[in-house]
């Protein structure tokens, strides 16, 4: 990189991630379409507000997801780490309401956050112990946990929704900071400052950047790759975690089979955001943006009522093969790397 | 002799129909009920439509890819050609039904195939994708609703058995199906194709190393792609072959099953990163999972803990093999004083 810029300061444009730039054309084709067409039932704060409460739930999954693939594995059971957190953590709120009449402690929402969390950070050192130590090959791994997970779930709640939580909880995580900004992005901004901070100014994002292009050379650096799996996994359970405790807010239950779609989505919004899933590559603003944009063509979608909001599974779908042959054209060699690496 | 069995002590396949063999005899002796005329005949058709299924996602992951988008697929085509037949007011036999559905699976499996085998695109994050364009084209497109009938001919080879069994004890009977030759002429076919086919030698070399497959003179593309579309087929055919037997179409009822068919063949010891694995062993597997989902029952664990089995199966299973490949490993690196060779 120095002997490339040498006596010239890189330019905006070539700084810029090409992935970033493109979703932020996309972005800005999709504003100005929606300004054309339906501009005054888009362009409202509340509409905002509503957008910006929505997507934390998986984006906080994503980012998960995203720095697993970045260290070349993948992240299948955030879905079933938030709902089992969920779950949990909603028999805990109801335990901590009084019987009589009475409101919840204070300490009860912060507590529920740090033991949710807690949890989250259990299950994700698991799925790093399974996947470092006993080998099994990231997606079975995971697949295997979230089923196990969703199954520890339904047989908790016996299949059954808990309900009947507490109000104060899911007022105070709904509830718009200065009328303004809602909790559920502010958790999600903190929780995404967290990760672009881990990334990039600590030694442990370029550990997982270099365990993700070659786990070879990480191992012959120095390296402890089991060590640092296991940490990136179990940061993707505190976030998965942390995406089951606002679920569980804006749902005001839990439930074993909520959020399933999430799962595709999360993967949708990294490999969209520029993250390569053969590891080694990727950067968080880029994810960040394919969440919004993602959250603007549903919400967008869904102001023309003639179209079925099935249609959204099929633009994502189309979305996302769409970005890979684009990729593919305009930087074919890189494919042929991907393919030599990636197993599947 | 002992030459043989010490070779079967290294084949995964002895190791998962000695756990088939356990749990079925576990099951035996809780219930009483496993080694019945009627379960095993229950079991053999509950095997049909993920067997189906597991054929195609074994050869597959045998080339080293992944395939998440079957049962959307198998969704789809069924759906459409239901509907379709459904509108024309088709009265005929069962063949035409499964003429169009694997046409049109063959279709849809070359639009992964032109992903995947002609631009080389990862599998996973491919079929990911075409998965919910599929789910799209079904739900939005054609605007799926539960089909409470289905066409006389697709009903009659529903309903028509090979044979019935009949438990001498309960009273109970059930019906072999005619899908169940669907399944075995697959497997046949498949086996024929991956054993004694350049195409199927080319599957197997594919997984083991793309591009020595390629420099040896398989042309790699091709078989890709021509693998996708052959999966496709099966996968619509299973598809098809469900909607019979179920004597309706549920558009949506067959949706998140891949993660479960994928789990049998690995447990069964396709190795996940491609290049080995029996059809034997596929077989096996997926039974192992069939008997899970559907036997628990008789040995009185409820149906809500069928998941937490699952998922335990797929962890203990995958674990075994996973943990006695770094244990070879292992050895073998501290005696070449190497590093380590990734899983």
């Known amino acids: 990189m120095m002997t490339k810029y040498a006596g010239k300061k890189p ?3 070539s700084r810029v991630d090409q ?20 501009a005054s039932r888009f362009y409202t704060l509340i509409n905002f507000q509503t957008m910006a409460s929505q997507f934390p739930e998986f984006g906080l999954m994503s980012l998960g997801v995203m720095l697993c693939m970045i260290t070349g594995g993948i992240d299948l059971s955030p879905v079933g780490v938030a709902n089992l957190t969920a779950i949990l953590m909603a028999l805990v709120l109801k335990q901590l309401t009084p019987a009589v009449g009475g409101s919840l402690p204070i300490y009860a929402i912060p507590l529920v956050f740090l033991l949710g969390a807690a949890i989250g950070a259990c299950l994700g050192v698991l799925n790093g112990l ?9 997606i079975l791994a995971t697949l295997g946990m979230s089923e196990l997970l969703t199954g520890v779930s339904i047989v908790i709640t016996n299949g059954a929704a808990v309900s009947g939580l507490p109000v104060e909880y899911a007022m105070t995580v709904n509830s718009k900071i200065g009328a303004l900004v809602p909790v559920q992005l502010v958790i999600f901004a903190c929780m995404a400052i967290i990760v672009w901070f881990l990334l990039n100014r600590t030694t442990f994002g370029t550990k997982i950047y270099l365990l993700g292009t070659n786990p070879q050379a990480a191992r012959f650096s120095g390296l402890k790759n089991d060590r640092l799996i296991i940490s990136t996994y179990m940061i993707s359970g505190i976030t998965a975690a942390l995406g089951g405790l606002v679920m569980l807010a804006n749902y005001n239950s839990a439930r074993a089979n909520y959020g399933g779609v999430y799962v595709l989505q999360c993967i949708l919004v990294v490999v969209l955001g520029g993250v390569s899933p053969t590891g080694g590559k990727g950067r968080i603003s880029g994810v960040v943006l394919a969440i919004v944009l993602l959250r603007m063509l549903e919400t967008g979608i869904n102001r023309f009522p003639q179209i079925s909001s099935y249609y959204i599974s099929l633009i994502w779908g189309g979305v996302l093969l769409l970005v890979m042959v684009l990729d593919y054209f305009s930087n074919g060699r890189r494919y042929l790397r991907w393919k030599r690496k990636m197993p599947f | 002799m002992g030459r043989r069995l010490k070779q079967l002590t290294k084949r995964n396949e002895t190791y998962v129909s000695l756990v088939v063999l356990a749990l079925c005899l576990l099951i035996e002796v809780r219930s009483g009920q496993f080694f019945t005329a009627n379960n095993l005949v229950d079991i053999a058709s509950a095997m049909v439509v993920p067997g189906l299924f597991a054929v195609g996602t074994f050869m597959v992951i045998v080339s080293g890819g992944i395939d998440v988008s079957f049962p959307a697929l198998a969704s789809l085509t069924s759906y459409a050609t239901t509907k379709m037949l459904l509108d024309a007011g088709y009265t005929g036999g069962v063949w035409l039904p499964i003429l169009i559905s694997m046409a049109m699976g063959a279709l849809l499996g070359a639009f992964n195939g032109i992903f995947i085998g002609l631009l080389g695109l990862p599998a996973m994050i491919v079929t990911l994708g075409s998965s919910s364009v599929f789910k799209g084209v079904m739900q ?28 001498p004890v309960s009273g109970l009977t059930s019906r072999m199906p005619v899908g169940f030759l669907a399944l075995v002429a697959i497997l046949l076919l498949s086996f024929f194709i991956m054993r004694y086919t350049f195409f199927g030698r080319g599957i197997y070399a594919i997984g083991g190393n793309e591009a020595s497959a390629h420099r040896a003179g398989f042309n790699t593309k091709r078989t890709k792609f021509l693998l996708y579309v052959f999966v496709g087929m099966v996968a619509s055919l299973a598809g098809l072959i469900r909607t019979c037997m179920m004597q309706q179409n549920h558009p949506t009822n067959m ?20 290049g080995a694995g029996s059809l034997t062993g596929c077989m ?5 999972i069939v008997i899970v989902e559907n036997s628990m029952i008789l040995i009185g664990i409820p149906t809500i803990w069928k998941s937490v089995f699952v998922g335990a199966l797929i962890i203990i299973g995958t674990g075994v093999s996973a943990y006695q490949v770094v244990r070879a490993n292992r050895v073998r690196s501290t005696r070449r004083l190497t590093g380590e060779s990734k899983a």
């Not at chain 2, 799926?144 to 009949?166: D, E």
């Not at chain 2, 993660?259 to 690995?266: L, S």
């Not at chain 2, 096996?284 to 192992?288: A, H, I, Q, V, W």
Request: charged share 5%.
């Open chain 1, 19 to 38: 992935h970033v730039l493109r979703l932020l054309l996309v972005m800005a084709v999709w504003m100005v379409f929606m300004a054309l067409t339906r």
């Open chain 2, 255 to 274: 949706l998140g099953m891949e993660m479960n068919i994928i789990a049998g063949v690995v447990l069964g010891g396709t190795a996940i990163s491609g």
């Open chain 2, 140 to 167: 939005g497109a054609l605007g799926s609703v539960q089909l409470a009938v289905i066409p006389p001919g697709m009903r009659a080879f529903g309903t028509s058995s090979l044979f019935t069994a009949t438990n």
């Open chain 1, 130 to 138: 399974l996947v470092s130590k006993v080998r099994i090959p990231p």
């Open chain 2, 284 to 288: 096996l597997g997926t039974l192992l």
């Open chain 1, 11 to 13: 330019g905006f444009f």
